[in-house]
């Protein structure tokens, strides 16, 4: 083949493509961009606040050694219910014994010599007394006397120390025998041993003033279960004690149970502090009223608190609302070239839908375009949003695709998209 044939089929290839492709386009044109459009339905909207959580019972305690040893006995188990005052574990109680036995014996010493302290005091008082009829009857010196009264006074005082030996010996006794019951550890509350930390061998360890002690086990009452969560600083402000509480359990599918805002912290807790990541978020206490047999403390959850709910409203798709500025807009329904300064002055961004209007062209054929309307909006739910003013039942408007809203201009011509060739969005449960 010639290059000249070539030339010329190559020629007749462009202009073949060429024409398609601009065929297309013109299409495009005549068809309109493909557009998800929903009408303006009455509806009842409920608004939530959504957060993770954790499952956690109402009442749990940590029991933990007072003192410090190896558990010779263990007397409950994981999963085990107990009665309050009932018998758990023993620590090893030799060395408190001995501790209990010496004390005693220091206490039976210093009895001693408090008694022998008093005799002295009486044996002085008496020789006191004989001294002081002598010097009566001129037979002895003032000096003899004073040394009797001085006699006097140490045994007195030897008396004092002797009592505060006594009871210094009698609390340290004290002591050592509470050191002792110590070492016998009883169920303070009745309720369910939801975590046992030590095994019978082990030696439990004591806590320090800036270190805590080894928790040895938990007791909880997992018939009184509550939801632990952390609420965004945002969110919060919504929120008030006694509100419902809807709480989805991770390991509990299909299955959502009810509660109800106990309490909301004061103070918030901030992670991430001085960074980029920082997050400042309020503890929240929910109490679940509906009990289940299967929650177990640390479960994860995902928790809804109802803060608003309105009947018969006017709502739309919330996907549907989009922001446009009014330098924008003017531009878009405008020929003439825009003002710098009324650009700046517009520039304040408006919140609105797209409407689809309908119109016949002169060949009949019902045309579609879209026009941006401004609205005001009021609460949201999970799909839909409120309209307060703006639109009325039963408008058309713009739902979508995201990237067709993204940069939908006033007055462009738009279609309904086609069910059967619109890409199927993944399913949440799979």
């Not at 309720?191 to 007791?219: D, F, K």
């Not at 994860?300 to 009947?311: C, G, P, Q, R």
């Not at 709502?315 to 003002?339: F, G, T, Y």
Request: net charge negative.
């Amino acid at each position: 083949m010639s290059n000249k044939k070539k030339w010329i089929i190559g020629i007749v290839v462009v202009f073949v493509v060429a024409g398609i492709i601009i065929g297309q386009i013109t299409m495009k044109k005549d068809k309109g961009l493909a557009v998800e459009i929903a009408p303006v339905k009455i509806e009842k909207i409920v608004e939530k606040v959504t957060a993770p959580a954790r499952i956690q019972p109402v009442t749990i305690v940590n029991i933990s050694a007072d003192v410090m040893g190896q558990v010779t006995e263990l007397a409950a188990e994981e999963g085990d219910w107990v009665e309050k005052g009932q018998f758990l574990l023993r620590i090893d109680p030799a060395i408190y014994q001995s501790s209990v036995n010496r004390a005693k014996a220091m206490l039976r010493s210093a009895a001693a010599s408090e008694e022998l302290a008093e005799a002295n005091l009486r044996q002085a008082e008496l020789s006191h007394s004989r001294k002081q009829n002598l010097f009566d009857q001129d037979l002895a010196s003032q000096e003899e006397l004073d040394i009797a009264q001085t006699e006097v006074e140490v045994n007195k005082a030897r008396v004092k120390s002797a009592r505060e030996q006594v009871e210094e010996t009698k609390a340290t006794l004290e002591e050592a025998r509470s050191n002792l019951k110590k070492t016998t550890i009883s169920a303070p509350m009745a309720g369910t041993v939801s975590q046992l930390n030590i095994e019978e061998g082990e030696t439990a360890i004591t806590g320090t003033m800036n270190n805590p002690g080894t928790v040895l086990l938990s007791i909880a009452d997992l018939t009184q279960m509550e939801a632990v969560a952390e609420v965004d600083e945002t969110d919060v402000v919504q929120l008030e004690s006694g509100q419902n509480v809807e709480v989805e359990v991770d390991a509990l599918p299909d299955t959502i149970l009810t509660g109800e805002v106990r309490e909301i912290a004061n103070t918030a807790t901030i992670r991430g502090r001085g960074t980029d990541q920082e997050i400042t978020n309020f503890m929240v206490k929910i109490d679940i009223v509906s009990h289940h047999a299967k929650l177990r403390p640390g479960m994860s959850s995902t928790i809804s608190i109802i803060t608003h709910v309105k009947e018969d409203v006017a709502a739309i798709p919330i996907q549907a609302v989009v922001m446009r500025r009014l330098s924008e807009l003017e531009k878009e329904n405008s020929d003439k070239p825009s003002d710098p300064e009324s650009e700046i002055k517009n520039d304040d961004a408006v919140e609105g839908v797209f409407i689809v209007k309908e119109e016949s062209d002169r060949a009949g054929k019902i045309k579609k375009t879209a026009h941006f309307t401004q609205i005001i909006t009021g609460i949201s739910s999970e799909t839909s949003i409120e309209v307060v003013s703006g639109l009325s039942e039963g408008t058309k408007v713009i739902t979508g695709p995201y990237r067709i809203l993204l940069n939908l201009q006033d007055g462009s011509s738009v279609k309904k998209e086609d069910e059967k060739n619109k890409p199927k969005r993944p399913d949440k449960k799979s």
